[in-house]
DNA sequence: GAAGTCTAAGAAATCGATTTCGTCAAGAGT
DNA sequence: ACTCTTGACGAAATCGATTTCTTAGACTTC
C-alpha cells in the first residue's frame, strides 16, 4: 500500500503537505490538486496505525458485553454501532461472559490498543475502571451504574419490575413468583424490589421460596421454575428479569405438561424469535438498540470534548401486550 | 503509562535490551532480572500500536458475519473468539448485514489496521476480496465459499438439506414445501436442492410455489410461510434453510391457528430459545461454534506461517431429535 | 527602496517498540 | 602471548503519519 511518502513524491510536494491535504489544513488549490490527483493514483489509504501512535488515540470504541448470546445484548451492541459509524468510529465487541477477569483483560486491551473510549455494562459492582479512568479515556456504563466517575444510561429498572408484576395481578393471578438475576447486581435488585413493592402492596404477601436467584441465562431460568413448580404452594405467575430466563422458565413450565396460556408469566425484556402467541407472555420492553444508541452519543461528546458534569440518563420500558382485567392473558 | 524508554532507564539498560527481555530473545539472566523489577515498579504494558507500526502486523483477526442477531452466527464466533484467545489474538466482530457496501468497507479497515487475517461469511459470490489478498493477509471463508485463492470451513449443505426433507417424508408428511434465502447464495443453493432431490427420489414432485425464496430473517420466513398457506393445495410441511426463517414460519402457523404440531417442520440449523416441546421441529444442527473454532485454527495457521496447499474443510450436520415412522413428529 | 507582516510550505522532530549494525569483552585454540 | 570466534548489548535506524518550528516569498506601508 503507498504511503504518505510516495503521494508526496508524486505530487511533488512535502509530507507535510499530503498530511494537511487530507486533514483539512491550509494548502494552496494548486498544491491541493496535485495531492488528490496523486493519491488518488496511487490509491493511497493512510496507516492508522502509524496516525495512531502520533496522535495517541484512535477511532475505535470498546463495547462490553457480558452475554453475546443474548439479544437484548446484540441489540444494544447494533445501537452502538449504528451511532458510531454515523461518526466514523468503529467497534470492538468484547463478550465478558459476565467474568470480571475476562472484563478487566479487555479494559487492559482498550487501553494499550489506545482506544477512543469504553461503553460496558458491568460484570459486578467491584469492576476495576482505575486504569482506563485515570488515563482519561471517557466510559459509559450502560444498563448498570458504578461507583466511579462516569456517565451511565439505563433503564428504569424498579419500574420495569412494577409494571411486570402488575399486569400479572391485573390479569387475575395471586400467587406471582420472581426468577432474578444473580444477588448484588444493581439492575437484579431494582427489578425484584419492583416485584416486592407490588406483591406487598396489592396484599397477597409472598411465600418462602418465591424470590429465586439465578443466572441470567436460560439454564438459569429453568432451574429456578423447576425448584418454584416442585414448592407445596406452587405460584400461579412468574416474573423474570430478563428474557432468557423467561425462556428457561417457558421450557420447565412445557416440561411439567402445564399449557403455557394458563401460567402467568412475565418478563422484563423481549423474549427472542417468539412463536407463541403473544399473549401468552407479558413482555416489558426495554429500548436495547435505543439503549446503546444513546450511550455511544455520550461517549462520541465526551471523546470529542465535552466537559459538562456527569449524568444519568434513565430510559423506561413499556408493557407488551396491554394487559386487560381477568384471569389469565389468553384473552 | 510507562514506557520502555523510562522501564530502561530505571534498570540501567537501554531499551533495545528491555525489548530482549520481552521478546524472548538472548539476554543476561542478570539484566533480564533488573528489567522484570523496572517493569514491574512502573506497571509496564508494552504499547501495541507502536509494534503494531514496526512489525507491520498485529493480533488481531477481523471477522465479518451476515447478521449479528442470528444465533447461528453468534455461536460461530464464540468459537472464533475461543481459539485466538488460546493463542493471543483478539477478534473484531464485524457485522455487515448481508451488504455487499458494509463488508468492502469493513475489508478495508481490515487492511488499513493491519490485522493479521480475516474470517468472513461473504455477503454474496462477488465479495471483493482483492486488496486484502494482494497485501498477503490470510482469508478463511466460513459458511460460504468465494472464487478467490482461500481457505474455506463449510457445511455439507446439500447432506443437511437432505436430512431435513427425509426426516420429514419419514415422519409421514407428502407435500412438503421449502423456504429457501436468496437465490444466488451457494448454501442456498446447495441447501434446497438437497430438499429437491429428496422430493423428486419420493416421487411426490413439487407444486408450483413450493419453493419459496426470503431473505434470511425471521420476517422472511413469515412472509414466506404465509405465501405458502395462502396457495391452493398448500404444504403439510415445510424445510427452512436456516434457523430464523423456521422461527417465522411457525408464528406464521401459529397466527392461522394451525397446532403446530400438526405441521411439519424441519429447520436446517438449530432453532433459538426454543420454547416449543423439542418433538415440535426437526432440527438440522449445525456445529456453528465447532465452525467457527476450526476457522480461527486455520487462519492462526496461516497466520503463523503454514504454506500447505489452499483447503476446504467440510462439517456434516445432524437431525434433531431423530425421527420415528408415521404421521406427525410429537410422538 | 527598505522595513515589517503574514502565509504557505518544507525540514525535521515526534510517537514507542523493534531490529539491524557495530563494538567490546570473554573464551578457545595454537 | 597472540589471534580468531562468538555472544551480549548499545546506538541508531525504521515503521508512517502528524505537527512544530523555520524559512522564503509576497504584499503592504512608510
Redesign the interface.
Known sequence: ?ATIYEVAALAGVSPATVSRVFNGLTVSEEKQRLVRDAAARLAF??????R??RKQS?EIIALLIPD??N?FY??L??GV?DRAQESGF?V??C?TDDNPGKELRYL??A????MAGVILSPASDEVDLGAIVS?GRPVVAVDRTTPYPVDAVKIDNRAAGIAATAALFDAGYRRIACIAGPAGIEMTEDRFLGWRQVVAARGTGTHEGYLQHANFR?EGGHAAMKALLALDTPPDAVVTTNN?MA?GA??AI?EAGIP?ETFGLAAVGE???????PATVVQVRLPARYLGRTAATMLLDRIGGDTQPLRTVVLRAEVSPPVPPGKGLAL
Open positions: 500500500m489509504t493512510p496507516n492508522k496505525t502509524a495512531r501512535l484512535s453475546i448470546e439479544p446484540t441489540a451492541a447494533r454501532e468503529s470492538v465487541l463478550n487492559q486491551i487501553a494499550s490498543e489506545q488515563l436460560v432468557l425462556i417457558l421450557q412445557a403455557p423474549l427472542p424469535f417468539m412463536v407463541l402467541a
